[in-house]
């Protein structure tokens, strides 16, 4: 049952992906070598120098996490400290001085409480997508770190990926890369993002849900999945996904590999996924916080297109995966210790 009487009054089965301005934002700004306080505000625009570092040089990272309604009417964040962690990971790659990892989650918590009315009701398959981002500001011109930043959070209420349940679909392989050997593909700065806009868009208008990106050294090995990562099931029910130090870390694959190995029997293994041994899955999918688990009916390599397990339906072990995997974020199944933190 849903305990708060003033939710807002959204069409919550069928949210999308889209900005809304919810009540409340965390803000915080480090100044002199320190962060203040921090506290909620209204306000969802920003005052910045036109100097500032993060505007011309890409001096910044972000976060994406969701929180969950559950049956019982509590709220879930899932593995909260997992981002804080990438977060500072992404931080020091930039030199950017990282958020205290508790002090990021309790700022986490602060938002998503002051927006209760805006979090989903428990089985509308929505949730409250929560957007965690630092900036170098100040007045600047030089191509250097800048010395004072913006920590602030964000909430908007999300769809669920698919209406209607979970479906296949299709994806091409592209030939631009998403992000250099050595570069900053592990880390969550806005510059991949940028990258990968064009690429998308050249995906999107030949009706593929996204661009797969091949390893930028040889082009050989499958990368990432648009904004997520890959995973492929062998026919020897072996857990697959890509190792490499270009690609995002991502939360949930590390989730659905331990899920993979104790609660499906699976053999779980992190390595190169070479995209001319495509048949040696007999399912494959995409996963992150927004795609959850997607799966990958068909890919375009280039002249040829490899169908997986099918291009209508989903696979068995596919299907598990999301079962396990989205029971856990809403409550409905028994999380691994660690994983849910409540907002009280
Ligand atoms: C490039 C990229 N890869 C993978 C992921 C998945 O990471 P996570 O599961 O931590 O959301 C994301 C974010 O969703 C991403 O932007």
């Given at each position: 049952?849903?305990k708060?009487?003033?939710m807002k009054?959204l ?6 992906f889209?900005?809304?301005k919810?009540?409340?934002?965390f ?10 306080e ?8 920003l005052?910045i120098s036109?100097g500032s570092?993060?505007?011309?040089y890409?001096?910044q ?5 969701k ?5 019982d009417?509590s709220?879930n964040?899932f593995?909260p400290?997992?981002?804080a ?15 205290p ?11 998503v409480k ?6 989903p ?5 929505s949730s ?13 011109i030089?191509?250097?770190a ?11 209420p ?6 209607g349940?979970?479906?296949?679909s ?11 050997p050595?570069g900053?593909?592990?880390a969550?700065v806005?510059?991949?993002y940028?990258?990968?806009l ?9 009706q593929f849900s996204?661009a797969?990106?091949?390893d930028?050294a ?11 990562n890959f995973?492929?099931?062998t026919?020897?029910?072996e857990f697959?996904?890509?190792k490499?130090p270009?690609i ?15 609660r ?10 070479y ?10 999918g995409?996963?992150?916080t927004?795609?959850i688990?997607a799966?990958?009916g068909?890919?375009?390599v280039?002249?040829d ?8 339906e ?6 598990q ?8 974020q ?15």
């Open positions: 049952m849903q708060d009487k003033k009054q069409d919550w089965e069928n949210l999308g889209s900005y809304i919810t009540d409340y934002r803000i915080s700004h480090y100044k002199e070598g320190q962060w203040d921090g506290s909620l505000t209204t306000d969802n625009k005052h036109e570092p993060a505007l011309h890409g001096q990272c972000f976060e994406g996490m929180a969950y309604r559950t049956k009417g709220i964040l593995r400290y997992e981002n962690r990438r977060m500072k990971q992404s931080c020091e790659r930039l030199l950017m001085p990282s958020y990892e508790e002090d990021f989650v309790d700022a986490v918590k602060k938002v002051a927006n209760e009315d805006w979090i009701p428990y089985g509308s398959g409250l997508y929560i957007r965690p981002f630092v900036i170098g500001v100040g007045d600047n030089g191509i250097k800048a010395e004072e930043y913006i920590f602030s959070i964000f909430v908007i999300v769809g669920s990926y698919f209406k349940g979970l479906q296949p299709n994806f091409i392989v592209s030939t631009y890369d998403r992000a250099a050595r900053t593909g592990a969550k806005g510059g991949n940028a990258a990968s064009l690429p998308g868009k050249e995906a999107k208008e030949r996204d797969v990106y091949l930028p040889t082009q050989t090995k499958i990368e990432e999945v648009g904004a997520a995973f492929g099931i026919h020897d029910d697959i996904t890509p490499s270009s995002l870390n991502s939360i949930t694959k590390r989730s659905l590999m331990w899920l993979a190995e104790n499906l029997g699976l053999t779980v293994k992190e390595g190169d996924v995209i001319d041994e495509l048949d040696q899955f007999k399912e494959a995409a996963c992150g927004a795609a688990v799966p990958i068909g890919l375009q280039g002249k297109f490899h169908v997986f397990y099918s291009e209508k989903v696979g068995p072990v596919t299907m995966l999301y079962n396990e995997l989205v029971g856990i809403f409550g409905d199944v028994k999380a691994p210790e660690g994983w849910i933190v409540k907002v009280d």
